[in-house]
């Protein structure tokens, strides 16, 4: 028997096998990288409020003297876009929130002073 028709239908058949097997697993793969991508994206939409929303306290009127930094942010439903810290020329110790269009003042926590 001559070695030309060697190789029987199962040693051609396996390779041939594998090969379909690895195709249709990085089409998989590359499918599912995109649903990944588009559910990714779609939830950045759902969840990313509107550049407004992010920069103003929510409930600034119902803000009053006295009130703490955690019922501040509680009623701003945000952090503000920038704090500092100051100290007067008294010596006073002072934290200023800066919402879009407000400042707040807090002197031991608590606030001092409201600025529209």
């Avoid at 030309?4 to 594998?18: A, D, G, R, V, W």
Wanted: net charge positive; charged share 20%.
């Amino acid at each position: 028997m001559s070695s030309f028709c060697s190789n029987t239908p199962k040693e051609i058949y396996m390779p041939l096998k594998q090969q379909i097997f690895e195709k249709r697993m990085r089409f998989l793969a590359a499918a599912m990288c995109l649903l990944l991508c588009a559910c990714t994206q779609l939830a950045e939409q759902l969840t990313t409020p509107n550049e407004q929303e992010i920069e103003t306290c929510a409930k600034l009127s119902e803000i009053t003297i006295g009130m703490t930094t955690s019922q501040v942010l509680s009623s701003c439903e945000r952090k503000p876009l920038r704090t500092s810290n100051i100290i007067t020329g008294g010596g006073k110790q002072v934290e200023i929130w800066v919402y879009k269009g407000s400042y707040l003042h807090f002197v031991g926590g608590k606030v001092e002073s409201i600025y529209q």
